[in-house]
């Protein structure tokens, strides 16, 4: 089993920058990939980021293109969220996602179907 647990949200002014922590502890996989998403009041979870941790690939939803970065620590097994220039759009409840092995089909990473274990999220809240 895989326990993963967000950090980092809170609340920011529109312009403003956080960052997002995901540590898993756990079973490990080498070949996971790990996803970002988000769910905002009365919509549906919409995929944000998502990278293999074996570095192959990395993927950004293209409203967050140019404003979030996606990293981690491997000695720290902990994935980074990076979200600058933030916009009320940008509120939401974020989870941390991870797949223990990359997945076939269009788009795959963007499915939140697909993974396997999900952190509790973090709450960002954006004012204008």
């Known amino acids: 089993q895989v326990q993963l647990v967000e950090s980092g949200g809170g609340l920011v002014q529109a312009g403003g920058s956080l960052r997002l922590s995901c540590a898993a502890s756990?079973?490990?996989?080498?070949?996971?990939?790990m996803g970002w998403f988000r769910q905002a009041p009365g919509k549906e979870r919409e995929f944000v980021a998502a990278f293999s941790w074996s570095g192959g690939y990395t993927y950004y939803t293209d409203s967050v293109k140019g404003r979030f970065t996606i990293s981690r620590d491997n000695a720290k097994n902990t994935v980074f969220l990076q979200m600058n220039s933030l916009q009320p759009e940008d509120t939401a409840i974020y989870y941390c996602a991870q797949k223990r092995v990359p997945g076939f089909g269009s788009n795959w990473w963007s499915i939140g179907g697909v993974y396997d274990y999900w952190g509790q999220g973090t709450q960002v809240t954006v004012s204008s």
């Open positions: 756990g079973r490990s996989f080498s070949s996971k990939v």
